[in-house]
């Protein structure tokens, strides 16, 4: 599965933005501190900052079901800690809110969410350094995650933590047994993208989901085909040319890890769900193509992951039966069309929601189908 950048950096009005996927042993780390309005000056060289007085709009609640659910955190020294989590509050808030912030120019005109959590001890012992933040993840409908966003607030004449509102909740480092603490984090998303779930990547390896109540019933997704829609692409032959291709996709099933038991496997594969995805494919143009346009399908689930196809040592040999490679093997000439299986993992727990064609080559564009329908 593809893994994002684990830290991004860009200056905030004497602090700076990070973004990251997850961070041991730093409470809070996911925690916007943003820089108090009226100390601007202080952080700025005695200028206020232009957007410093921008108004605060209120945050609009979702629907977000309280469900606790028992998962496993490991410390800084790899020791795996037993907490109930529950995500008790999620808010869109409003791009106006950030603007005294100097962000990433791809974070600019993107929509905050505010996920506020809590988190208990339920072990024996006491534990130090908890922050399950980075286990978080809030999704879009279409699959892909919204990005966390920590501003560390560096201006010490500030009497204010400048915390928006809806994300005052600030965590803590230790936690006796039984003892509970909350904590929020600000999550990044595009304005057209429609949220569709909570997710915590347990470090068991499986994931819980919650799913915001409704989201399911919005309709379309900006930029998502319907399943089973033809659509047209670009990839590329073996000497680069470009190649448009018009694609059926035929449906997403769930595998079974029997059915890859002739291959060495790692402990984590094991601990997978396998998915097949099925895709027609007919060469459009005018260059043969070898039957590997499946290369280019990636997978996206509900919680926010992106699984490419699993690759698979089998030179010579039968393959996986209910999932074949290409049908027919063989060049894909003009005019002639090939079928074509890729197999995705995902954690137990998650589901796909949408399937991605990247495409290659110049002129190339993803195309995004649901990953419902069909022969799934």
């Avoid at 039957?291 to 997978?299: A, E, H, I, N, Y």
Wanted: some cysteine; glycine content about 12%.
């Amino acid at each position: 599965m593809q893994s994002k950048d684990p830290e991004r950096r860009s200056e905030i009005n004497g602090g700076m933005v990070r973004v990251r996927r997850r961070i041991t042993g730093a409470v809070g780390a996911g925690v916007v501190m943003l820089l108090a309005a009226g100390c601007a000056g202080a952080a700025t060289g005695g200028k206020a900052s232009p957007g410093a007085s921008a108004s605060v709009v209120a945050a609009e609640p979702l629907p977000l079901p309280p469900t606790p659910r028992a998962v496993t955190w490991t410390d800084s020294d790899h020791k795996a800690h037993p907490l109930r989590v529950t995500p008790t509050r999620l808010a869109r808030g409003d791009a106006a809110n950030l603007e005294h912030v100097r962000l990433d120019d791809d974070l600019k005109g993107m929509v905050p969410y505010y996920l506020t959590f809590s988190y208990t001890n339920t072990g024996k012992a006491p534990v130090s350094g908890v922050d399950p933040t980075g286990n978080f993840s809030v999704n879009g409908a279409d699959g892909r995650a919204g990005q966390p966003v920590s501003l560390f607030r560096t201006n010490p004449l500030a009497t204010s933590s400048g915390q928006p509102e809806e994300c005052r909740e600030s965590g803590r480092a230790r936690l006796a047994a039984g003892e509970t603490a909350a904590l929020c984090q600000i999550f990044m998303l595009p304005k057209d993208r429609k949220v569709a779930t909570v997710s915590y990547k347990d470090d068991g390896g499986d994931t819980f989901l919650w799913d915001i109540d409704g989201a399911a019933a919005e309709g379309n997704t900006a930029g998502v085909l319907p399943a089973g829609r033809p659509a047209d692409s670009v990839t590329q032959d073996t000497y680069d040319h470009a190649v448009p291709v018009h694609l059926t996709p035929k449906g997403v099933r769930t595998g079974s890890l029997a059915d890859l038991d002739r291959f060495d496997l790692s402990a984590e594969t094991k601990k997978m769900v396998p998915y097949y995805v099925t895709i027609e494919y007919r060469n459009t143009g005018k260059y043969d193509l070898l039957p590997s346009m499946k290369d280019g399908v990636v997978l996206r689930s509900a919680g926010g992951q992106e699984a490419k196809k699993m690759l698979l040592l089998d030179i010579g040999g039968p393959g996986v039966g209910r999932c074949p490679e290409s049908v027919p093997h063989g060049m894909v000439r003009p005019q002639a069309t090939v079928t074509e299986c890729s197999i995705h993992l995902l954690p137990k727990g998650d589901r796909p929601v949408t399937v991605v064609f990247q495409g290659k080559g110049q002129g190339a564009q993803p195309v995004v189908w649901r990953a419902t329908g069909g022969d799934r």
